[in-house]
Nanobody
Framework: QVQLVESGGGLVQAGDSLRLSCAASGRAFSRYAMAWFRQAPGKEREFVGGIRWSGSISYFVDYADSVKGRFTISRDNARITMYLQMNSLKPDDTAVYYC???????????WGQGTQVTVSS
C-alpha cells in the first residue's frame, strides 16, 4: 500500500480552474494504478478518472464522461504525486475529491482523506 494525501481543494466560481494534488509515500509508485473519485452530498462515490501503467513507456488515462475534455490527470513519478487539473468547473462538480491507488486499475486499496471542492454558480 501507499499513503495518499490530497490537497488543493477550495471554493471557486463556475468557469474557474483548480488543480488538486495527491502526494504519495511508499514503494513502487511509478507502477501503481492511480485514480480520482468524488462524492457529492447525498450521492455515491463516483469515478472521475484514472491513470495506469500501459506496460511500455507510457501511461493510459481514462475519464468519466462527465469530466472528459475539462479535467486532466497527470503524474510526476519523481515527486510521487498525481494531479487533477480541473477546468471549466461547474456547480455539479462540487464534491469531496479522493485519490486512490492500487496494484491494478479498479482494485484500489489505498485512499486519501479527501479534499473539498465547492463550485458556486
Amino acid at each position: 500500500q501507499v499513503q495518499l494525501v490530497e490537497s488543493g481543494g477550495g471554493l471557486v466560481q463556475a468557469g474557474d480552474s483548480l488543480r488538486l494534488s495527491c502526494a504519495a509515500s511508499g514503494r513502487a509508485f511509478s507502477r501503481y494504478a492511480m485514480a480520482w473519485f468524488r462524492q457529492a452530498p447525498g450521492k455515491e462515490r463516483e469515478f472521475v478518472g484514472g491513470i495506469r501503467w500501459s506496460g511500455s513507456i507510457s501511461y493510459f488515462v481514462d475519464y468519466a464522461d462527465s469530466v472528459k475534455g475539462r479535467f486532466t490527470i497527470s503524474r510526476d513519478n519523481a515527486r510521487i504525486t498525481m494531479y487533477l487539473q480541473m477546468n471549466s468547473l461547474k456547480p455539479d462538480d462540487t464534491a469531496v475529491y479522493y485519490c486512490a491507488g492500487g496494484a491494478h486499475a479498479g482494485s484500489y486499496d489505498s485512499w486519501g482523506q479527501g479534499t473539498q471542492v465547492t463550485v458556486s454558480s
